[in-house]
């Protein structure tokens, strides 16, 4: 069985803080991949960045960046200098082979000016 | 813009109403899936296409049926739904089942009342 853990349900911040927001994930397959979706208002779900299970250098892109750590099951992402249109749900996720995607329950980041 | 496209945006509907939600991808991807995800909850598997065959069914309600006419399009038709059905439904696609990310669309609004 899989499953994700993202414990902060809201997190506040005012513009410029950096912010990471936690993911845990459980899984018994060796080969797996995580990903990270951002919600805004709007409605869809913006795929952010892929990670499979062999590759744990932490990536950056931008602002956004991703701490893999296979030791603590773990799958952070840290916004830095954070922006009002940073504002949404980010979901984190998992998936192993054919299986399912399966996401965590959110988090909602409002970043205020 | 969102590489997956779905109509309407939003809809109202009467429990006796049948109308049907639209989906097109012009990305050469081979499954696509249905999504319902309700307020401040995360998005929940309904249906799975893979190569124009429904390959999952997340035991669904038959008032679902969902239809795949062809690669790049994926319908589902709505009949006698009940309030609780209302929700944002969200239509994906990807390159294959497997560990490829998920691209979603904007997604229906709908409202059943």
């Known amino acids: 069985a899989q499953k994700v853990t993202q414990a902060q349900t809201e997190i506040s911040v005012v513009e410029k803080e950096d912010v990471t927001l936690d993911c845990v994930y459980e899984t018994r397959d060796t080969t797996y991949y995580l990903f990270w979706y951002k919600q805004p208002p709007s409605g869809e779900l913006v795929f952010l960045i892929r990670r499979n299970s062999f590759d744990e250098q932490n990536e950056i892109s931008g602002r956004y960046s991703w701490n893999f750590q296979k030791s603590t099951s773990s799958f952070n992402f840290t916004i830095t200098a954070s922006q009002v249109v940073d504002s949404a749900v980010y979901f984190c996720?998992?998936?192993?082979?054919?299986?399912?995607?399966?996401f965590g329950k959110g988090t909602m980041l409002l970043v205020s000016p | 813009d969102t590489e997956v496209t779905q109509t309407p945006k939003h809809l109202v509907m009467g429990m006796t109403n049948k109308k049907s939600l639209k989906c097109e991808q012009h990305m050469g991807h081979r499954a696509m899936y249905w999504y319902k995800q309700k307020a401040k909850k995360p998005p929940e598997l309904m249906f799975v296409?893979?190569?124009?065959?429904?390959?999952i069914n997340e035991s669904v309600p038959s008032r679902f049926s969902p239809e795949c006419p062809n690669s790049s399009l994926l319908n589902l038709h709505l009949h006698a739904l009940q309030p609780e059905d209302s929700a944002l439904y969200l239509c994906a696609s990807s390159q294959d089942r497997g560990s490829t990310p998920l691209h979603f669309g904007n997604g229906t609004r709908l409202t059943v009342t």
């Open positions: 996720a998992l998936n192993s082979g054919y299986s399912t995607l399966t």
């Open positions: 296409y893979s190569y124009e065959k429904l390959s």
